[in-house]
């Protein structure tokens, strides 16, 4: 199974500020084929299911707003909110879906400082 | 409107037996390859099982292969779990969630149903 490992497991940022998380996987998920990195980010507020954010590492989700951005490609990637807001409070998975099982990180909460 | 409405949680002793269903609106469900997720309380996410859009082929977690089974009826745009012999740490909420194609993400999320085992 392809383990995916994220950091920080909490973060505290200021609103409008910049908040920045990654999220590594123990082996690449870089499809040769096709030149994509099967990589998706997820948001999940209290008591909601997960919002798909990210996927192909770097690809917004129709709707998300663009301050949501995704990057890395093969074992290595980010996601980085560019100006905190208070709606952005949550936790945040990574997850591979290049293989099954799929695989989630353990999540990096969010919170405002 | 994409819908996934969950149902079919609640309390089981261990060793006993669940089936879980995922009601599906909005969009064309037997084009759709469906997923199960479910979550602890208080932890992460873990995938369950898929199933491809026609239910001709299905996947499993190591941790449930064997007890689970996963599938689906298009004429009801309904996906299912059948849940055998279950444990302790089954508890958990258990998400359906939409799949395009094989290898994609999942875009669109029910609300969860809750699955408590405990005697």
């Known amino acids: 199974d392809i383990v995916m490992t994220q950091s920080p497991d909490s973060l505290a940022v200021s609103l409008g500020e910049r908040a920045t998380m990654n999220c590594k996987s123990s082996?690449?998920?870089?499809?040769?084929?096709?030149?994509?990195?099967?990589l998706a980010w997820y948001q999940q507020k209290p008591g909601q299911p997960p919002k798909l954010l990210i996927y192909?590492?770097?690809t917004r989700e129709s709707g998300v707003p663009d301050r949501f951005s995704g990057s890395g490609s093969g074992t290595d990637f980010t996601l980085t909110i560019s100006s905190l807001q208070a709606e952005d409070v949550a936790v945040y998975y990574c997850?591979?879906?290049?293989?099954?099982?799929?695989?989630f990180g353990q999540g990096t909460k969010l919170e405002i400082k | 409107e994409v819908q996934l409405v969950e149902s079919g949680g609640g309390l089981v002793q261990p060793g006993g037996s669940l089936r879980l269903s995922c009601a599906a609106s909005?969009?064309?469900?037997?084009?759709?390859?469906m997923h199960w997720v479910r979550q602890a309380p208080g932890k992460g996410l873990v995938w369950v099982s898929r199933?491809?859009?026609?239910?001709?082929?299905?996947d499993y977690a190591g941790s449930v292969k064997g007890r689970f089974t996963i599938s689906r009826d298009n004429a009801k745009n309904t996906l299912y779990l059948q849940m055998n012999s279950l444990r302790a740490e089954d508890t958990a909420v258990y998400y359906c969630?939409?799949?395009?194609?094989?290898?994609?993400?999942?875009?669109?999320w029910g609300q969860g149903t809750l699955v408590t085992v405990s005697s």
């Open positions: 969630a939409t799949c395009p194609k094989w290898n994609d993400p999942l875009d669109y």
């Open positions: 909005g969009f064309t469900f037997s084009s759709y390859w």
């Open positions: 199933i491809n859009s026609d239910g001709s082929g299905t």
């Open positions: 082996q690449s998920v870089l499809y040769s084929s096709d030149n994509n990195n099967y």
């Open positions: 192909w590492a770097s």
């Open positions: 997850q591979q879906y290049y293989g099954i099982p799929y695989t």
